[in-house]
């Protein structure tokens, strides 16, 4: 089973919408207008920005994903695809005013080629004067103190822990994502494992790909309350102009 599948059903209780991830993509997209997800998950922030008026398409390679994030949307001005990031360029019409990809999607792309591919894409989709906006991990930091896991993610009420583990290879270019989600389930502890190899994707390699594809205007962020990118920042946030 696919790694997004296996945790579909308690993934939005594992990452639950932030309002103020939701400020801050609002705040970059102009009023009214169309509006772009890629990796949308289960549409949790395509769903909080259509509530606010905009036009929202969230595209998602995982099919249980977007099967939970329907069973959500109701009759809310959400358009949700099937869809592998990679080929948004080629089968959406341009005209969005914001296209973002957080969650730090954007790593499970294998190597530099493909995500420089989608980034120019997202160019190509935006408006003119459109942004971008692109979070990851902040491999910077994971790197220089070594660290081996992020935090553990609990809910308790509900009786999920979401461990998550890092394994480096030697060459510093992909590292193996381990992970273990623990469910209680009646007086059972049901475990759920995983392992997915994710792109290691420093700041400056992931600013030289975005001025490859022709973005201008960057601003870095370690966390959509606004805070600056730090040293210890976990996550990293890029905003990205095409004016």
């Not at 997004?4 to 997209?29: G, K, M, N, Q």
């Not at 358009?79 to 341009?94: F, I, K, S, T």
């Not at 070594?146 to 935090?151: E, I, N, V």
């Not at 623990?182 to 390699?205: D, F, H, Q």
Request: net charge negative.
């Amino acid at each position: 089973m696919d790694f997004y599948e296996s945790i579909s059903a308690w993934y939005d209780f594992l990452f639950p919408v932030e309002p103020a991830t939701v400020d801050f993509l609002a705040a970059r997209a102009r009023p009214g207008s169309r509006v772009l997800d890629l990796a949308c998950g289960t549409a949790g922030q395509a769903l909080a920005l259509a509530a606010r008026g905009f036009q929202v398409i969230g595209v998602d390679l995982d099919a249980a994903m977007i099967r939970e994030a329907g069973l959500k949307a109701g009759d809310a001005s959400v358009e949700l695809r099937v869809m592998d990031m990679q080929e948004a360029g080629r089968r959406l019409e341009p005209g969005f005013s914001l296209v973002y990809c957080i969650g730090n999607s954007l790593v499970h792309l294998q190597d530099e080629e493909q995500i420089g591919r989608v980034l120019f894409d997202a160019r190509m989709l935006l408006e003119p004067e459109g942004t971008l906006v692109v979070q990851i991990i902040h491999y910077d930091r994971i790197l220089s103190e070594g660290l081996s896991a992020l935090p553990t993610l609990r809910d308790p009420e509900r009786g999920l822990e979401f461990e998550r583990n890092y394994d480096y290879d030697g060459a510093g270019r992909v590292v193996e994502f381990r992970t273990v989600l623990s469910v209680r389930e009646g007086g059972r502890v049901r475990r759920i494992e995983n392992r997915v190899p994710l792109r290691i994707l420093r700041r400056e390699a992931l600013e030289r790909l975005v001025r490859q594809a022709g973005f201008g205007r960057l601003s870095w962020f370690g966390g959509f309350d606004g805070r600056p990118l730090g040293a210890d920042s976990l996550p990293l946030i890029l905003e990205a102009g095409t004016g």
